[in-house]
């Protein structure tokens, strides 16, 4: 019983003495993360974009000036009578390399636009993190629509993170879209409901930690990314072995796809969506096993946009358009017939 009562004060201290180290060792862990973090984050993000022209831009393809970047451009078909398609190619910061054929049947019945959005594909690269964010996307599109396109309305078929520029566009300027096409789309919010700079941190870290560290040296950077992507892309096929499909893509940035990936991280954007009141087609791929991008993203999208219709499509990952192209074609040009 003496232990009792005089064993109580002791025990005590004790406990109080075992949670101040453990709030120190928790302190120390605490610096020492965001001191990681922080490293990381100078470390990922201290790579800047080359300074690039845009090339092949002659021929068929040509530069269109567009606020201050050369965009490589071009067009196939031709049919005044009906809103020009309008293609949105991913990563951010990909290339319209990466819609191969997969779009040419329609020149028969539209006029189709392929462009590199800046700083991507055979656009105009330059330096400087504050020229690649989504909002400047979005301008971007819509000086290409009143200057070089000419056209009141235009059908926009997004694919990956092209849909989140397609769904951004449409929220800023639904009086020039007449139909929308979303095909294993990102969000317009890049799929996180969180931005700033905690992510901008978290997503150094996990990179820095899985040893995706880039070099200083923009096209060394540049070469290793575009590496990375092609050995990563295989495993979003619904049949990986067909890695024939992924090859020339054409160049990709790491700098813009990282840059214009962190302008589009955070928001809610559903009651905007929820207001877009043209005819949307949602497509997705069975084996896209991307929570960004695959089948639950793709429900609940078009959950959301009233007029829109979903589509599955059974033996196709990432790319619906070059692993199934006979059905694909089937559905997209049904949709634009409606």
């Known amino acids: ?24 060792i928790l302190l120390v862990l605490t610096v020492l993360l965001a001191a990681f973090g922080g490293i990381s984050y100078s470390l990922y993000y201290a ?23 050369d965009l490589y451009y071009r067009e196939i078909g031709n049919n005044p009578e009906r809103p020009p398609v309008v293609l ?11 819609f191969k054929d997969g779009f040419d049947f329609l020149a028969d019945d539209y006029r189709v636009v392929f462009y590199d959005q800046r700083g ?4 105009q690269i330059r330096p400087g993190a504050d020229f ?3 909002d400047l996307l979005v301008e971007e599109l819509e000086a290409l629509r009143r200057e070089v396109i000419g056209a009141d309305k235009i059908i926009l078929v997004g694919h990956s993170a ?34 700033g700079v905690m992510m901008d941190a978290l997503i150094a870290s996990m990179n820095v930690l899985a040893g995706n560290l880039p070099p200083a040296d923009p096209l060394e950077a540049d070469r290793q990314f575009n590496e990375l992507s092609f050995k990563t892309s295989a495993n979003r096929l619904y049949d990986p072995s067909r890695t024939s499909l ?14 214009i990936t962190r302008s589009t991280l955070g928001g809610n954007f559903d009651e905007k969506l929820s207001q877009l009141a ?17 089948e639950a993203m793709a429900r609940r999208i078009s959950e959301i946009i009233p007029d829109a219709t979903l589509v599955a499509m059974e033996r196709s990952g990432h790319w619906p358009y070059l692993e199934e192209p006979e059905r694909f074609q089937t559905v997209l040009s049904d949709f634009l017939a409606e």
Do not use: W
Request: hydrophobic letters at 35%; aromatic letters at 6%; glycine letters at 14%.
């Open 1 to 24: 019983m003496r232990l009792n009562n005089d064993g109580g004060p002791v025990v005590k201290r004790t406990l109080k003495k075992a949670l101040q180290i453990i709030g120190i």
């Open 47 to 69: 790579p800047e974009a080359a300074e690039l022209p845009c090339r092949g831009c002659e021929g068929e393809a040509r530069a269109a000036a567009i606020n201050g970047f």
């Open 88 to 98: 949105l190619h991913g990563g951010p910061g990909q290339s319209s390399q990466t």
């Open 120 to 123: 991507s594909g055979n656009s």
């Open 132 to 134: 690649y964010t989504i």
């Open 162 to 195: 092209g849909g989140a520029l397609a769904t951004r566009y449409a929220i800023a300027y639904p009086q020039h879209v007449e139909k929308m096409v979303l095909v294993c789309a990102l969000p317009p919010n890049g799929g996180q409901a969180t931005g």
């Open 246 to 259: 992924l090859e020339d893509m054409g160049y990709a940035s790491l700098a813009v796809n990282r840059d």
């Open 278 to 294: 043209f005819p949307t087609l949602v497509i997705y791929g069975k084996g896209d096993n991307s929570t960004s991008t695959g």
